[in-house]
């Protein structure tokens, strides 16, 4: 696991509750027998209205005018080269994909890659990093009245509501579920036209 950048993410986060609250969300699900997929993007843009590179603090106003506030951490590089008035864009991306394994069950297991990157030394301040989760699960029981199945994965056992009859039709006990989550979070300037 790739955690020297993990620091990224928990710098972005500050970010992404005041953005979001104006943000333009984008989802889109696809389906076919054994897999299903779901995509979300969430887009958001700030105008910074004040940098104080003393304290290493960005005053931003999102598209509704609500104003906050952020300090940029030390591993933020190149702060000196914002200004007033750049728009700072947020992109959140987060993809779940669902696979229907027939036969497999028996080796469970979790696999968490993370990755990040920073501006290098004279570009503009920007940051990205993301997470992917795969998870192997065994489908310990199918029940058909309820329309659920338990599945035991690593660390926790679930029950789980299918709703879709056709998939559910295809899940037998004894199967696995392969479930790969993605996120991936990127956050800088807008370049001027």
């Known amino acids: 696991m790739k955690l020297k950048h993990a620091w ?6 500050l970010c992404v509750n005041p953005l979001i609250q104006a943000a ?26 004040a940098i104080d590179l003393a304290t290493r603090k960005v005053s931003l106003k999102n598209a509704e005018g609500k104003t906050f506030d952020l300090v940029a951490g030390e591993e933020v590089t190149n702060l000196q080269n914002l200004k007033v008035g750049d728009v700072v864009a947020l992109r959140y991306l987060q993809l779940l994909d669902l696979e229907l394994l ?14 990040g990157s920073k501006a290098a030394a004279g570009e503009q301040p920007g940051a990205g990093a993301g997470m992917q989760v795969t998870i192997y699960a ?5 029940d058909k009245a309820q329309q659920t199945i338990r599945v035991k994965g690593v660390d926790d056992t679930l029950t789980l509501k299918v709703k879709d009859p056709a998939q559910f039709a ?3 006990k004894g199967d696995q579920i392969k479930a790969v989550q993605t996120t991936a979070i990127a956050i800088g300037i807008v370049p001027k036209p």
């Open 138 to 142: 065994d489908v310990i029981d199918v």
């Open 24 to 49: 333009e969300v984008t989802t889109n699900v696809a389906v076919t027998p054994g897999q299903a997929s779901l995509a979300e993007e969430v887009k958001a843009e700030a105008t910074v209205t």
């Open 102 to 115: 027939k036969g497999t069950a028996g080796v469970r297991k979790r696999v968490v890659e993370v990755d």
């Open 170 to 172: 295809l899940i037998a």
């Open 8 to 13: 990224i993410a928990g710098v972005l986060t």
